[in-house]
């Protein structure tokens, strides 16, 4: 669909032997990358390699197309002096600000990832490509990214939430100019960037004035970006309207919440019988009703396992940066594992860091849309972070997709004893007795209704029988006497360590 001057042409694609390929246009030269060891550039350098470069991306915008993976090694820089863009190999057709394909994976490389991509955002637009290319620009006149870390998931952190550090610290001779049209380009909030690439080479012009015959000297490119406003078509990328969401805190330490907080790990944990997973990971059933061979593939590689465990000991030794790292590799070679987004996502609620869990539960959404698991899992994090307007649509989602999996029903009591609507949460509860046994995640939440109903007493003996019941994960019994300790009561002896 691409047809442009300085973009990389794909003739023809095939498959081989099981594996697919593209028939590419051969360019010789080297990528941009070769040549950064002679950053930082000057700013006449900067302009000629930019102008093709905007020109290509603000060609694909215009046709709906995002590259999601900007960086020096997808920009070659010809023998012959032409400038190329390739690599569209993560590039979604992106209408009304939101991506065609609900099952995306994280993609994008940690250097130059925007904030809203590494959150694993749906609704990005053109100012994430915005984004890595302003992180490009840093580059080329400081001679250095704006983020570097020992571990990918660090530098992801970075991008989300450390300020900037000002380019004219690293290189003093950049003009001021340039300077404000990098900081805007890089700006957290995808509101505060430049809405089109358009926009950005206007500003990145304007305070540096291009050479004279650069266009004379280069008929090839001479259809540059500004020229080509007068006659692009408008975006059909929309900027997505702010969506208010309402938050409410949760004060943890009231017994009803706490019982809650057992619901979805326990539906991601309760085994069936005595003998746990390794490392307690929990097995991800199929959803009721579902076949499972119609689901995506899951856990199948011992891989993916291993790095799972891996995780959990460094996470066990406090080491969550590491741990988090670990479950994103886990993600990477099996999207539909969810128990690597469950522990990824609570590696952040133990260290107090909601931008990490926000990570991995939606990218756990996006990657397994149609799993009621998935929903049911978002909705018990989001739950954990305070942010029960979102926790709600989760479950529902949940229910929307299997009615007949109480899962989601569970979840929406659950959200209704917290929201102290005892009359619904008794609906909801009903609603998913009716269409499954009793699991003990049904009835944990059944002992919170009889706690907000003042019924200590007989919330006690339902929560020492589950206690005592044989076949609990591990996890869940933590869980258990983490809420038995929070109400002031003794853990029962079934859950000593």
Same mark, same amino acid.
């Not at 302003?134 to 992801?156: C, H, R, W």
């Given at each position: 669909?691409?047809?442009?001057?300085?973009?990389?042409?794909?003739?023809?694609?095939?498959?081989?032997?099981?594996?697919?390929?593209?028939?590419?246009?051969?360019?010789?030269?080297?990528?941009?990358?070769?040549?950064?060891?002679?950053?930082?550039?000057?700013?006449?350098?900067?302009?000629?390699?930019?102008?093709?470069?905007?020109?290509?991306?603000?060609?694909?915008?215009?046709?709906?197309?995002?590259?999601?993976?900007?960086?020096?090694?997808?920009?070659?820089?010809?023998?012959?002096?032409?400038?190329?863009?390739?690599?569209?190999?993560?590039?979604?057709?992106?209408?009304?600000?939101?991506?065609?394909?609900?099952?995306?994976?994280?993609?994008?490389?940690?250097?130059?990832?925007?904030?809203?991509?590494?959150?694993?955002?749906?609704?990005?637009?053109?100012?994430?490509?915005?984004?890595?290319?302003?992180?490009?620009?840093?580059?080329?006149?400081?001679?250095?990214?704006?983020?570097?870390?020992?571990?990918?998931?660090?530098?992801?952190?970075?991008?989300?939430?450390?300020?900037?550090?000002?380019?004219?610290?690293?290189?003093?001779?950049?003009?001021?100019?340039?300077?404000?049209?990098?900081?805007?380009?890089?700006?957290?909030?995808?509101?505060?960037?430049?809405?089109?690439?358009?926009?950005?080479?206007?500003?990145?012009?304007?305070?540096?004035?291009?050479?004279?015959?650069?266009?004379?000297?280069?008929?090839?490119?001479?259809?540059?970006?500004?020229?080509?406003?007068?006659?692009?078509?408008?975006?059909?990328?929309?900027?997505?309207?702010?969506?208010?969401?309402?938050?409410?805190?949760?004060?943890?330490?009231?017994?009803?919440?706490?019982?809650?907080?057992?619901?979805?790990?326990?539906?991601?944990?309760?085994?069936?019988?005595?003998?746990?997973?390794?490392?307690?990971?929990?097995?991800?059933?199929?959803?009721?009703?579902?076949?499972?061979?119609?689901?995506?593939?899951?856990?199948?590689?011992?891989?993916?396992?291993?790095?799972?465990?891996?995780?959990?000991?460094? &996470?066990?030794? *406090? #080491?969550?940066? %590491? =741990?988090? /790292?670990?479950?994103? !590799? $886990?993600? +990477?070679?099996? @999207?539909?594992?969810?128990?690597?987004?469950?522990?990824?996502?609570?590696?952040?609620?133990?260290?107090?860091?909601?931008?990490?869990?926000?990570?991995?539960?939606?990218?756990?959404?996006?990657?397994?849309?149609?799993?009621?698991?998935?929903?049911?899992?978002?909705?018990?994090?989001?739950?954990?972070?305070?942010?029960?307007?979102?926790?709600?649509?989760?479950?529902?989602?949940?229910?929307?997709?299997?009615?007949?999996?109480?899962?989601?029903?569970?979840?929406?009591?659950?959200?209704? &004893?917290?929201? *102290? #609507?005892?009359? %619904? =949460?008794? /609906?909801?509860?009903? !609603? $998913?007795? +009716?269409?499954? @046994?009793?699991?003990?995640?049904?009835?944990?939440?059944?002992?919170?209704?009889?706690?907000?109903?003042?019924?200590?007493?007989?919330?006690?003996?339902?929560?020492?029988?589950?206690?005592?019941?044989?076949?609990?994960?591990?996890?869940?019994?933590?869980?258990?006497?983490?809420?038995?300790?929070?109400?002031?009561?003794?853990?029962?002896?079934?859950?000593?360590?």
């Amino acid at each position: 669909k691409l047809e442009h001057p300085n973009i990389v042409p794909v003739y023809d694609f095939n498959e081989f032997d099981g594996e697919p390929y593209l028939v590419m246009r051969f360019v010789k030269g080297k990528t941009l990358k070769a040549f950064m060891a002679d950053a930082p550039f000057d700013a006449a350098r900067v302009l000629e390699i930019m102008e093709p470069v905007c020109d290509a991306l603000a060609y694909a915008h215009r046709q709906g197309i995002l590259h999601r993976d900007i960086k020096p090694s997808n920009i070659i820089l010809a023998d012959d002096g032409h400038v190329f863009l390739t690599d569209f190999g993560l590039a979604r057709m992106a209408e009304l600000g939101e991506s065609t394909l609900s099952q995306d994976m994280l993609v994008g490389t940690p250097q130059y990832i925007s904030p809203e991509q590494a959150q694993g955002q749906g609704n990005i637009d053109q100012r994430t490509d915005i984004y890595a290319l302003g992180v490009v620009l840093f580059e080329m006149l400081t001679g250095s990214v704006p983020y570097s870390a020992d571990t990918p998931f660090a530098v992801i952190h970075d991008h989300i939430y450390k300020p900037l550090t000002l380019p004219t610290t690293l290189n003093p001779n950049l003009n001021p100019a340039i300077e404000k049209v990098i900081l805007k380009a890089l700006a957290k909030s995808p509101d505060d960037r430049f809405f089109s690439i358009e926009k950005l080479w206007d500003a990145l012009q304007a305070a540096v004035p291009a050479p004279v015959n650069s266009a004379a000297e280069n008929p090839a490119q001479s259809e540059t970006v500004v020229r080509a406003n007068a006659a692009a078509p408008a975006t059909v990328v929309e900027k997505p309207p702010k969506k208010k969401r309402s938050k409410k805190k949760i004060a943890l330490i009231t017994a009803g919440i706490l019982i809650s907080l057992i619901l979805c790990v326990a539906l991601f944990s309760s085994g069936g019988g005595e003998k746990a997973r390794p490392a307690d990971v929990p097995q991800v059933d199929a959803p009721a009703g579902q076949a499972s061979d119609s689901l995506p593939p899951q856990g199948e590689s011992p891989r993916v396992e291993q790095l799972v465990n891996e995780g959990i000991n460094r &996470l066990k030794a *406090d #080491d969550a940066g %590491a =741990a988090a /790292d670990i479950f994103l !590799q $886990a993600i +990477e070679q099996d @999207p539909h594992y969810l128990p690597a987004y469950m522990y990824g996502a609570i590696t952040g609620l133990r260290v107090d860091d909601p931008g990490m869990s926000r990570m991995f539960i939606e990218q756990a959404v996006m990657n397994n849309a149609a799993r009621p698991e998935a929903h049911a899992l978002a909705g018990y994090i989001y739950t954990r972070l305070g942010d029960m307007p979102i926790a709600e649509e989760e479950y529902q989602r949940a229910v929307d997709i299997n009615p007949e999996n109480p899962i989601g029903y569970v979840g929406l009591a659950r959200v209704a &004893l917290l929201n *102290d #609507d005892l009359d %619904a =949460a008794t /609906d909801f509860l009903n !609603q $998913a007795k +009716e269409r499954g @046994p009793e699991s003990p995640e049904l009835r944990m939440v059944d002992a919170e209704l009889l706690l907000k109903k003042g019924q200590r007493r007989a919330a006690l003996l339902e929560l020492r029988k589950i206690a005592g019941e044989k076949g609990l994960s591990p996890l869940v019994r933590d869980e258990l006497r983490f809420v038995f300790d929070a109400i002031g009561e003794p853990p029962p002896p079934a859950l000593n360590p």
